[in-house]
């Protein structure tokens, strides 16, 4: 479904009253276009009708015009830099940001995390430095596919151990 279907239908879902959907639908776009303000601000405004300071002021922490008492309400409950880098969900460079406030708070966001880490981190990667993709290599894919195969021939041995004494 387009961007532009699945904004109708949260409007029509708005003004049906079927707010947790019409949140839902938000919460997917902005996974989808993390970097899009507009798609944050109308997410905020569904958190509003909730009565969810804290998320309105996770999903408007990037734009100038924000609540001071929704930024507070966010700051308290992603009380480090590092949850807060993580609430945001930023994707990229703070370069993409369209507007200079929001790369000022996604660079001093950043910035903090960096310095709370003791090393510098990206909006690409979560605060502990990994990768936000699995770290799995294929070595490691192949010990937990080997130690799965390993239970299940256990439990079959000892199914069977289990029938051939219940027949004897």
Aim: net charge negative; aromatic share 8%.
């Amino acid at each position: 479904m387009s961007l532009r279907d699945t904004l109708a239908r949260v409007d029509a879902d708005l003004a049906a009253g079927r707010v947790p959907v019409a949140r839902q639908r938000l919460r997917g776009l902005v996974s989808s276009f993390p970097n899009d303000l507009t798609l944050r601000r109308r997410l905020a405004e569904t958190y509003r009708l909730y009565g969810e300071p804290a998320e309105a002021g996770r999903w408007m922490y990037l734009e100038s015009d924000r609540d001071t008492a929704e930024t507070a309400a966010f700051e308290a409950r992603y009380d480090t830099p590092e949850r807060r880098m993580r609430a945001l969900a930023w994707s990229g460079s703070e370069s993409l940001a369209p507007t200079a406030f929001a790369r000022g708070q996604l660079e001093a966001v950043r910035v903090a995390c960096s310095d709370s880490m003791g090393h510098p981190v990206a909006w690409d990667t979560v605060p502990d430095g990994k990768k936000t993709e699995s770290a799995n290599t294929p070595f490691t894919d192949f010990l937990a596919g080997a130690g799965c195969l390993l239970a299940v021939v256990a439990f079959l041995a000892i199914w069977v151990n289990g029938l051939v004494a219940l027949f004897d």
